[in-house]
């Protein structure tokens, strides 16, 4: 789960994490119990826990977390839901039940109802991330087949995945915004090094185009935006070199 500030968009962290072993899907539980990767939404919201007095959190989720055990969970830990509702196999007459949203917020008004569907939009960045630690990090590539092995991969990528949105978002709100003043000034000079640009002058669109450059990004018209995979190579780059710079600065052998 990320932990995401609906008004701007803007990337706070990484909220709640877990890797689930997926069954598949043609095989039912003759005892009744639940599956682990069914219980996965529930988890996450106990797991997290309750908010810091006088926030509020809203948990928001797809179609896979439309349950009452979920929903219940939310109410035990004091924090509210917005929920894709989903029904693929209704009772006979039925109409199916498709893209309804299911809220826990108070909804009185048009505003509070597209106030509701602007947070749900959120869930798009949840999409991006899982694009960016999929496409950008390679981890299919890896071709590990142990559950432990790829769990502990992840423990080491997942937080580069989110740093990367992060970025991404900071591009979008404060493109034209000096790239010192928001990301690490040695970064920023590594980049503008490799790059032979002016450190001093780069905004974030500036820094963000020339990590995607060193990463294999060539930015010509018909290229498009750059891809997590050229981003994911040049920031690795770029921080690797940002190390070795404090190592030396710091007299380590």
């Known amino acids: 789960m990320l932990a995401v500030v609906p008004e701007t968009r803007q990337v706070l962290g990484l909220a709640h994490s877990q890797v689930v072993l997926r069954e598949p899907r043609a095989r039912k539980r003759k005892d009744g119990r639940r599956s ?11 797991e997290m826990g309750q908010p810091p007095v006088g926030t509020k959190w809203v948990h928001v989720t797809d179609r896979g977390s439309d349950g009452f055990e979920y929903m219940t969970a939310c109410h035990e830990e004091g924090t509210d839901f917005v929920v894709r509702a989903w029904e693929p196999d209704p009772p006979v007459g039925a109409e199916r039940v498709e893209w309804i949203l299911i809220t826990s917020v108070p909804v009185n008004t048009l505003s509070d109802a597209k106030r509701i569907v602007g947070w749900y939009t959120c869930r798009w960045l949840c999409e991006d ?3 960016c630690l999929k ?3 390679r981890i299919e590539d890896t071709q590990l087949d142990d559950a432990s092995d790829i769990q502990r991969l992840l423990g080491l990528k997942i937080p580069i995945a989110v740093r990367l949105l992060q970025l991404r978002q900071l591009v979008r709100v404060s493109s034209d915004q000096l790239a010192q003043k928001l990301v690490d000034p040695l970064l920023v000079k590594i980049a503008a090094h490799v790059q032979n640009r002016d450190a001093a002058s780069m905004t974030m669109t500036d820094f963000w185009i020339n990590v995607a450059k060193t990463g294999g990004y060539q930015g010509r018209r018909s290229d498009g935006s750059p891809g997590w995979r050229t981003l994911w190579a040049g920031w690795c780059y770029i921080t690797d070199l940002a190390t070795g710079a404090r190592l030396f600065a710091s007299g380590a052998t």
């Open 129 to 131: 991330y899982h694009q």
């Open 36 to 46: 682990a990767e069914a219980k996965v939404w529930e988890v996450a919201a106990h």
């Open 135 to 137: 496409t950008g990090c």
